[in-house]
């Protein structure tokens, strides 16, 4: 139950657009579709930002998009704000039917 | 609206035990796979447990196998952690959270402290 590897830190300017990737197996994010992504706040409970590797819930931008390929996974925020600046989770349902998380990113906007 | 609200944090010492509650509302609780997810200061997300929506599956990450239960009690909405033999280690903000129909995670409690130490 190794965590999936993200990148520490990843910053970008207003209005630039940032990927941050999340790599795992053949057991959890390449095996399966159950990709999703949480943006936490300092002091406050994550939040889902997108499901299912490219679903977004309802009130979510869409400056927020998901892809995978193979056992890597990426999200990716378009014309950053401000408000972005947080840490982001990737998390990925596993074929032993647990769930096994991303080690964060803190996204920093310049 | 979905409302999860953890309760039974405190400051415990090493080798006791503790019991987390999670109150449920604004969804078919019955119907929801639960989940555990802790956080130790400063660090990242680390999943703890899920239980199925009538509570016949249970599954644990290897660092609380066999020292924590999670359980469900439908009638009351309520979601429990069981957690004995703490350690040092333990120490961190217990989450409460839910599925979607499908096995993602899709919202969370603001979390209760756990701290270990004598």
């Known amino acids: 139950q190794s965590a999936l590897t993200q990148p520490a830190s990843v910053s970008g300017s207003p209005g630039q657009s940032i990927t941050i990737s999340c790599t795992g197996t053949?057991?959890?994010?390449?095996?399966?579709?159950?990709v999703s992504w949480y943006q936490q706040h300092p002091g406050k409970a994550p939040k889902l930002m997108i499901y299912?590797?490219?679903d977004r819930p309802s009130g979510v931008s869409d400056r927020f998009s998901g892809s995978k390929s193979g056992n890597t996974a990426s999200l990716t925020i378009s014309g950053l704000l401000a408000e972005d600046e947080a840490d982001y989770y990737c998390?990925?349902?596993?074929?032993?039917?647990?769930?096994?998380f991303g080690t964060g990113t803190k996204v920093t906007v310049l | 609206q979905v409302q999860l609200v953890e309760s039974g944090g405190g400051v415990v010492q090493p080798g006791r035990s503790l019991r987390l509650s999670c109150a449920a509302s604004g969804f078919t609780f019955s119907r929801t796979g639960m989940h555990w997810v802790r956080q130790a200061p400063g660090k990242g997300l680390e999943w703890v447990a899920v239980i199925s929506y009538d509570g016949s599956d249970k599954y644990y990450a290897d660092s609380v196998k066999g020292r924590f239960t999670i359980s469900r009690d439908n009638s009351k909405n309520t979601l429990y952690l069981q957690m004995n033999s703490l350690r040092a280690e333990d120490t961190a903000v217990y989450y409460c959270?839910?599925?979607?129909?499908?096995?993602?995670?899709?919202?969370w409690g603001q979390g209760t402290l756990v701290t270990v130490s004598s």
């Open positions: 299912d590797v490219s």
């Open positions: 053949s057991s959890d994010v390449g095996g399966y579709n159950y």
């Open positions: 998390c990925s349902y596993t074929s032993s039917s647990t769930r096994v």
């Open positions: 959270a839910k599925d979607r129909s499908v096995p993602i995670i899709d919202h």
